[in-house]
């Protein structure tokens, strides 16, 4: 079958996680916007404290460091370490044709720790369990790059 | 035909906007590089102030926030946040074979908006534009997402 | 041959390329995690000043700037800022069919380049040394998405 087929059940297993975790990353770009907007405040350029039609009145203090807006950035920023890299690790790991139950495990439990480790973020948990939920992700994209690293150059000798 | 042949058109047209996009955001990487030049400033490591043949007058100031050049590291900032994502998103899409033209108009509508987006961001115009540019790129990139992602659950029942 | 098989030598070329610089990036993050733990410092949320069995004897020192965990961030934001665009426009190139001499000089120079990047970042050396280092991996990305630009655009007219 075509491996790029989403009739593939390896493939369309890869679309759903990824798409998901893309879902995820752009929402927190959302998430960044209502809270500026509840805020009123948390902006960065100095342009932002123009008057506008939605910034009717701008106040210097708009552009100071805003702990609720600053913490979803972080979480954001700790996406941007981690996601795309889950995205390009997991189409490769798909293409060496693994096992569809171990590619759902990894795939999905990669989706399932990132949902709850922006859940312990947002709800401002302990470094423990935030560090507790965000490493068998790092340890999944590790495993599948080492994966298809293998394979690839299995191939290559 | 051949999915990935750039001989297809739904291909071709990915492959066009994703690697126009990709130029834009190296492109930031060395209008980064072409400010620090020119303002001799928005250096951010220690040692960047040594004595060297590309600096010969090292100066501490040089390591204190440049906005001109930090202008551009948002952008890129916001380029980071978005186009891995456009990328991800429009090969899935392009995958679960939309029509052409409504292809064209998505990954084509993208380029376009992040081009203004970049336009808006650089002459510092008010946030209101600003982020009326980022508005569509972003819903086109949720749109892609979530119809890779149901088309890939369809399959999957 | 199927594009997309690891058997594939241009194929199984990129995956090794992209599968290094993913766990590159990845090994950032646990650099930055080892230096936190050795230096007890570098913290960045509110929440990690809290008393836990990882952080026993919290203190607010922790969460200012500590420069040796700064500097693996700031190579793991030149990372984030490069390597995303390398592993899509690394794709896009050897989807064009390029002679395999050439995209392993390219793919793996980028690897290698990348790699004294961060030895040099690493070790504190010159911003000249680490311009020079990261030049050739920016112009790599760069050629190779004109490249798959050009060759795209040639198959639309």
Do not use: C
Request: proline share 6%; net charge positive.
């Amino acid at each position: 079958m075509n491996q790029l087929s989403l009739q593939n059940p390896l493939f369309a297993t890869y679309v759903i996680a990824a798409s998901l975790m893309i879902l995820k990353v752009v929402g927190m770009s959302w998430l960044t916007v209502y809270r500026m907007v509840r805020e009123n405040a948390g902006f960065r350029a100095p342009e932002d404290i123009k008057k506008t039609p939605l910034n009717p009145n701008p106040n210097p203090t708009q552009l100071q460091p805003n702990e609720r807006v600053d913490r979803i950035r972080r979480i954001q920023q700790n996406d941007l370490e981690n996601i795309p890299f889950f995205l390009a690790a997991g189409f490769f790991y798909v293409l060496t044709e693994p096992s569809l139950l171990v590619a759902r495990v990894l795939l999905f439990g990669y989706v399932l720790t990132r949902f709850l480790h922006f859940a312990a973020y947002l709800s401002a948990r302990t470094h423990d369990l935030r560090a507790t939920l965000w490493t068998p992700g790092s340890l999944i994209i590790i495993y599948m790059a080492v994966h298809s690293l293998f394979v690839a150059l299995g191939f290559w000798t």
